[in-house]
């Protein structure tokens, strides 16, 4: 009897999220991609079904990728923030194998997220290979996404 074939995965949903995490020092932490080596990011990841709210995908990606857990006494649920930014970006076509035919672009709502100074970040291997905790700017500088960058950028606009 031969092994069935794995179901193929459904297409992506072109809608996600951007999570900027930053602490009271103004540190943004900025992670290393672990397929593409160089490229540096904040949180980010797409909806798992279409009805699920950007709030609870940004709550679920945050601790899938850094182990922070929101709505612990460390990082109640209102120090995640929604900045009422959208971005409309077009799908690199590297990627777009990934969503349903014809989807060019996706849309990623972004979100702050403010944590106490020293808090511990725990990578998920297959997503990122290392993190730092960078000052706003240089945070900004070194991510490969330009709608990545802007977001940092708008930092001190939402900065309490």
């Known amino acids: 009897m ?3 074939e794995p179901s193929p995965r459904p297409p992506k949903i072109p809608e996600s999220v951007l999570v900027v995490i ?3 020092a103004w540190r943004v932490l900025v992670m290393e991609r672990a397929a593409n ?3 540096w990011q904040s949180v980010t990841g797409s909806k798992d079904t279409l009805g699920e709210d950007p709030r609870d995908t940004a709550v679920r990606e945050v601790g899938e990728e850094t182990g922070i857990h929101i709505g612990s006494p460390a990082v109640p649920d209102t120090n995640l923030r929604d900045w ?3 971005n409309v970006y077009e799908i690199y076509p590297v990627w777009r194998h990934r969503y349903a035919p014809g989807v060019t672009h996706n849309t990623e ?5 403010r944590v106490p100074e020293g808090t511990p970040v725990v990578l998920a291997p297959r997503e990122h290979t290392r993190f730092e905790w ?3 700017r240089e945070a900004a500088d070194r991510c490969f996404s330009p709608s990545n960058a802007e977001a940092i950028l708008q930092l001190p606009r939402f900065f309490d």
């Open 37 to 39: 080596a160089g490229f």
């Open 134 to 136: 960078l000052p706003w």
């Open 22 to 24: 930053h602490d009271t």
């Open 84 to 86: 009422a930014i959208r």
């Open 109 to 113: 709502h972004v979100f702050g997220l």
């Open 2 to 4: 031969s092994t069935p």
